[in-house]
């Protein structure tokens, strides 16, 4: 017999023990070679005071078995506890989110009956960084922070993938028209690593029109890799109009560990009373056999699960009355499942999986020489109550060292010189100090000129070095400079 794999289970909060029992209860019966390792995460766990709802004999077993099969938590209302999702992605390195959304039609309710997606969500960049500060009075930001090695791993991931799982085509997803240094970088470090794969057909769509897209054809896609926020929200809709938010599962893959969950939440309100629909982690449970090297018993527990849901035993999430055979409770659906076992669905599509164990994916980073980098100036970010021209009166003084004040902007918005009365205007001012032409400047002349501000009595709250990178600018321009 096979060796047993070392795998870390959590049964969460609300319906997350009854959908984990039955999971299991697949898995048991399926072949799987598991060996389970119970920990304890969520709602009690932050009430003994965890601020992130995990304890280190926990970490100790993920960092042990690399593998951690989750039911969903709830996350407990009110300041001070952490989401132990996010944790979790960021402190096992789970840089990919996978999210299959498939259509299961006619068994389960749809209008796009053709549907079968993939999301790969980029997990641990973007805006999910948290970097949050409060600036002045009124202004409040967030960082965007998109890093090349961040772009690499997840566009290459979305490739390796799609050639994998024999998909024809990957589609990228960003604003890059607007936020054109962030969201350009995540395109175009995914048509770099696009010419790798001349295989798989490759587009690029802005997210807001693509999104409408994907919501309403979404049989034009296949898989779709985006940076983290669009991912997030897009993953959700792509799940709902397949059927429901109930039936998928989702795999946060990195480098050494990975997770695999459903991707609903521990819906408390139905919780212990056998009604809630485990087919979301069990399908999780399903990419979890294929990530530890167990295809053939994926493909078993996938089949049997579609030929339940053919048969049309359903729970009441996605019962119809006409269309559904029977109406079952979380444990008969399981045990449902398991009788199916060996079976395999007439007429939705059968679950194959490569039957080698598929070898860790090669998402290194290339070698890439630094390119030049020049200091050219520094945005010097003002709290100011006033008008633009009298700010611009204080600040014309501050000059020197070869740096001039060339632009003021509020909100990104050039409000000085010429600006536009009908502008609005905050406290919140962006003054941005270049050299001309070729020349660079150093770090001491900036710090000179923060110096000067000072003494001048002007309340800077944050600064920005400006660089050009190989003659490139490395900053952007305020809308109208
Ligand atoms: P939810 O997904 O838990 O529930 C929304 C509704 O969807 C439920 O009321 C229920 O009607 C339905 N539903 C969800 N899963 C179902 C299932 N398996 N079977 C049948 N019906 C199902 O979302 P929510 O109500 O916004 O969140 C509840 C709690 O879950 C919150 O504390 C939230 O923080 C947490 N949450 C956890 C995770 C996670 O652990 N991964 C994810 C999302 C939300």
Redesign the pocket.
Known sequence: MAEKTAITVAS?D??GPE?MAATLAVLEKSGAQLAIEEIEIGERVYRRGASSGIEPSAWESLRRTRVFLKA????PQGGGFKSL?VTTRKTLGLYANVRPCVAYHPFVQTLHPGMDVVIVRENEEDLYAGIEHRQTENVVQCLKLISRPGCEKIARYAFEYARRHSRRKVTCFTKDNIMKLTDGLFHKVFEETGTEYPDLEKEHWIVDIGAAKLADTPEAFDVIVMPNLYGDILSDVAAQIAGS??LAGSANIGDRCAMF??I???????AGQNV??PS?LLLASVMMLVHIGQPEVAARVHNAWLKTIEDGIH?Y?VYTEGTSAAKVGTREFAQAVVERLGEKPGKLKPAVYASAPSAPLETGLRERNASERTLVGMDVFVNWNGRAEDLERRLRPLAGDGLALTTISNRGIKVWPDGFPETMQTEHWQCRYLVGGTATTTHAALADLLRRAAEAGLDFIKTENLFTFAGERGYSLGQGE
């Open positions: 969460g609300g319906i959908i969903p938590i709830t996350t999702n938010v109930g969950e459903a609903h939440g521990s819906a408390p309100r139905r809630a629909n979301g729970t999430d």
